[in-house]
């Protein structure tokens, strides 16, 4: 009688965490600064979520499973949130929760990656203090934190030179969306990526060969024989109201 009492304390504890982590990516915010925290928060829910083996009390074949239920639910690339909880899974040991909230998880995962490569060569290496100090000061760049971190721990940066780029989202209907996944798919296919590659290169893929078949279909109707200027994208409603200003 007691052992039942147990599971379903734990069952209960397990389901409103579970909750937590559907509320934490339901609302997160637009805001920025705000968006960062709540994307650290979710790493931290899913983190806690998965030490404690939730998933099992909640009748989930795996962890992984549950992670596929909340990408088919609120329509979220498996790489983000895989990058989420791995990223609070692996500092959590070491830096405390509310600091990694406080921080952000973009320069959350600067601290990850640099770590994580320098405990190749020396599993004893940490975070050195001025650097979390810096990743907590909002003033503080994504480059420059970088710098920082690859002066402290001598590293060079060896990843892909750029910046992220988010495609600001928009509402689609049923019939679009189905039509949305049919041509990714088909894209997928014609340029053969293969099923190993990352799901945000592939993303960048699929986009820049949209982008690239549009221009060359219909760059000379639009311009002429005239390249057009190397400006920032923005839509007809800022055109129109930046040509109205005076």
Known sequence: MADESVATITVSVAAVLREEIYKQVATASTNEFALEQSWMRLGQLLATFEANECWRELGYTSFARFMMELRDRFKRGRTQLWAYFSVAKFLLPTIPAETLEAMGISKAMELKYALEKQQKTNSGAVIPAEVIAAALCKQTTGKELRAMIGEA????????????????????????????AACVKMTILHLG???????????????????????????????????????????IGAVDEKSSVG
């Open 153 to 180: 721990f001598c590293q060079k940066d060896d990843r892909e030179p750029g910046t992220w780029y988010d495609c600001d989202g928009f509402y689609m209907t049923a019939e679009e969306r189905k039509e949305y």
């Open 193 to 235: 990526l293969k099923p190993e590659m990352e799901e945000h290169q592939q993303r960048k893929a699929v986009y820049m060969a949209w982008m690239q078949e549009y221009s060359g279909t219909h760059s000379a109707e639009v311009y002429g024989t005239a390249q057009p200027e190397n400006e920032p994208p923005q839509l």
